[in-house]
T-cell receptor, first 111, second 112 residues
Framework: EDQVTQSPEALRLQEGESSSLNCSYT??????LFWYRQDPGKGPEFLFT???AGEEKEKERLKATLTKKESFLHITAPKPEDSATYLC????????????FGRGTSLIVHP | KAGVTQTPRYLIKTRGQQVTLSCSPI?????VSWYQQTPGQGLQFLFE???????NKGNFPGRFSGRQFSNSRSEMNVSTLELGDSALYLC???????????FGSGTQLSVL
């Protein structure tokens, strides 16, 4: 069973159409949850770290939230340049600092 | 500040050959991790080096190995290449006590 599951696998939006990406996790204790953005042909780029339930972080049109079982990445009024794959990763308490990644959500925003 | 540099960007090899990939971390980052990324499996952790010592290892066969030099640069080697080794190999670095990872652009390896 995957520790980190992201949904949907792919998402197509029209410019300005807000939506949310989901990351559910099954670790016994969460040290931290990370969101990364990956553009084609490039490595992932860090977006946010969340540490405890109820925490929220924002950056431009993106807002990440965290509960005890999942995290959401809300995209408000997306633009075509927001098109990318969004990856979620979790670090488990008591373990190494090595994060476990989900398989990502591929987002395409049409103009 | 220069980012994480990986070379080469593309490699084409045949089954049975071996390959060496290189990663130069951001200045001051002593931790270097390697990941394999494929469409089917996503990002899979290979190993992490810190101060020239392997600190963590993922679930990959012994054909995958690495090392880190005193200047923190790291190399990854894959011997006896198999078709299934075709993937994007990513290097990620971080400051020792900072959990955020900085990734390079990767080496796209194709095994024919």
């Amino acid at each position: 069973e995957d520790q980190v599951t992201q949904s949907p696998e792919a998402l197509r939006l029209q410019e300005g159409e807000s939506s949310s990406l989901n990351c559910s996790y099954t670790v016994s204790g969460l040290r931290g949850l990370f969101w990364y953005r990956q553009d084609p042909g490039k490595g992932p780029e860090f977006l946010f770290t969340l540490y405890s339930a109820g925490e929220e972080k924002e950056k431009e049109r993106l807002k990440a939230t965290l509960t005890k079982k999942e995290s959401f990445l809300h995209i408000t009024a997306p633009k075509p340049e927001d098109s990318a794959t969004y990856l979620c990763a979790v670090q488990e308490k008591g373990g190494s600092y090595i994060p476990t990644f989900g398989r990502g959500t591929s987002l395409i925003v049409h103009p | 500040k220069a980012g994480v540099t990986q070379t080469p960007r593309y490699l084409i090899k045949t089954r049975g050959q071996q390959v060496t990939l290189s990663c130069s971390p951001i200045s001051g980052h002593r931790s270097v991790s390697w990941y394999q990324q494929t469409p089917g499996q996503g990002l899979q952790f290979l190993f992490e080096y810190f101060s020239e010592t392997q600190r963590n290892k993922g679930n990959f066969p012994g054909r995958f190995s690495g090392r880190q030099f005193s200047n923190s640069r790291s190399e990854m080697n894959v011997s006896t290449l198999e078709l299934g080794d075709s993937a994007l190999y990513l290097c990620a670095t971080r400051v020792a006590t900072n959990e955020k990872l900085f990734f390079g652009s990767g080496t796209q390896l194709s095994v024919l």
